[in-house]
T-cell receptor, first 113, second 116 residues
């Protein structure tokens, strides 16, 4: 059974700092990996999607990498801002259950001004 | 395009009451999903549908039923609500399966349900 783990569970950093969020998964048979952002009481916003054949994706200050063989992904946020404060979720897409997403529990990020 | 919409946004039920959550998408997606999100547990799949008229069980289907009478709508029903079903419910949709690049899931804003 696929398990997705995110470390750390919570992170507090000063504004301007570069930071890395980690995601690991136990089964490398995935279609893709997706990073989401969730603001308190809100839905999920997709940040980056990395196909299983890709190594990384970039969008603005965000860069996500994927090492499928070792079951790891990282989300790098450059020059963090208070507006980046949110919960970040990692999810892998599997073949079973209609290609469902298996989610990690998330990392709660707080960027202090 | 409105994307994925969910109604209602909030609901409070008493134990034993029933209700239906509605999910609608205007992206002509084949696949639709219902997840629940509980604190510290991430999202878990309740039921899913691979096309109009078809539904299937996910990881945590007990206590829920679903229907997909129209391609754009996916309904989640609670026949007899229990406090354990207090959660935030998210609907999602995506293009068809396979290794296509069009297999991103798009999520609705969620429904916060409290069962007393």
């Amino acid at each position: 059974k696929q398990e997705v783990t995110q470390i750390p569970a919570a992170l507090s950093v000063p504004e301007g700092e570069n930071l890395v969020l980690n995601c690991s998964f136990t089964d490398s048979a995935i279609y893709n990996l997706q990073w989401f952002r969730q603001d308190p009481g809100k839905g999920l916003t997709s940040l980056l999607l990395i196909q299983s054949s890709q190594r990384e994706q970039t969008s603005g200050r965000l860069n996500a990498s994927l090492d499928k063989s070792s079951g790891r992904s990282t989300l790098y946020i450059a020059a963090s801002q208070p507006g980046d404060s949110a919960t970040y979720l990692c999810a892998v897409r599997q073949m079973e259950y209609g290609n469902k997403l298996v989610f990690g529990a998330g990392t709660i990020l707080r960027v202090k001004s | 395009n409105a994307g994925v919409t969910q109604t209602p946004k909030f609901r409070v039920l008493k134990t034993g009451q029933s209700m239906t959550l509605l999910c609608a998408q205007d992206m002509n997606h084949e696949y639709m999903y219902w997840y629940r999100q509980d604190p510290g547990m991430g999202l878990r799949l309740i039921h899913y549908s691979v096309g109009e008229g078809t539904t299937a069980k996910g990881e945590v289907p007990d206590g829920y039923n679903v229907s997909r009478l129209k391609k754009q709508n996916f309904l989640l029903g609670l026949e007899s609500a229990a406090p354990s079903q207090t959660s935030v419910y998210f609907c999602a949709s995506s293009y068809t399966t396979g290794r296509s690049s069009y297999n991103e899931q798009f999520f609705g804003p969620g429904t916060r349900l409290t069962v007393l």
